[in-house]
């Protein structure tokens, strides 16, 4: 075991060594394009923080990598990737059509569930029918999951961020939002508003770090992968997943001005 943590080491300084060991050689930088989310982005005041960042950070630092940062509503970043004006993506689902121009290196981010969130008991969801005739917000750009993504059927109304979405469910202009667990209940802490989470869930995915097609980055795939590793075998990455989920609401509540009893 100790030998194979030193070759994983020695392996992951090689990269590192190439583009630093000289006065010559500059170390790579790459763009990371990013949508403000937290608490997996969160990009406010020239500070970049969160769990996606913070993973990825602790990945670039073992690589010698500098890393620019451009922060674009979710949209609008897929975009970015195409066009080849970013390098990387954090967080992004793997679906066919973005494997078509992005590279999903390495499944960094853990997977987590999809939730529905509604303020009046009427649009409490408790099976998947329950989503018909609904008013359902969700992120421009997202993958959920393939039947909801794929359902021309369902009324779906768009916003570039879960915290318009929020307020949108708050004035009445949807019924329900669906959002990862973590953004969620973050966005609902944030605003302070009383909101409810239905029983119907969807189990989640893991996410990745997403290298555009077009980017010389992805000659450093292998690289990524092993610091990655590198990271878990640490000790690393558990202390920052675990540091992340201990932030969320006890079960069964959220906390502002929700009523006992909503989770």
Known sequence: MRLAAVLLVAFIAMPALAQQGTETVAPLTVTVGANHAPPYRILSGGKESGLYIDIFRNIADRLGWEVIYREAPFRRVLRMMQMGEVDIMLGPLRTPERESMMAFVAPAFPPERKLFFYTDESNRITRYSDLDGKRIGVLEGASYFHRFDTDDQLQKEPAPRYKNLMLMMQKDRVDVVIAPELVGIYT????????????????????????????????????????????????????????????????????????????
């Open 188 to 263: 609902v802490n944030n605003l302070d508003m009383a909101v409810s989470i239905s029983p119907f869930f969807v189990p989640g995915e893991r996410s990745y770090i997403a290298v555009a097609k077009n980017s010389p980055v992805l000659d450093y795939a292998d690289d990524i992968r092993a610091a990655l590793k590198l990271i878990k075998h640490e000790g690393v990455y558990e202390d920052l997943i675990l540091r992340y989920m201990e932030r969320r609401e006890p079960e069964g509540k959220i906390s502002g001005s929700g009523s006992a009893g909503e989770l």
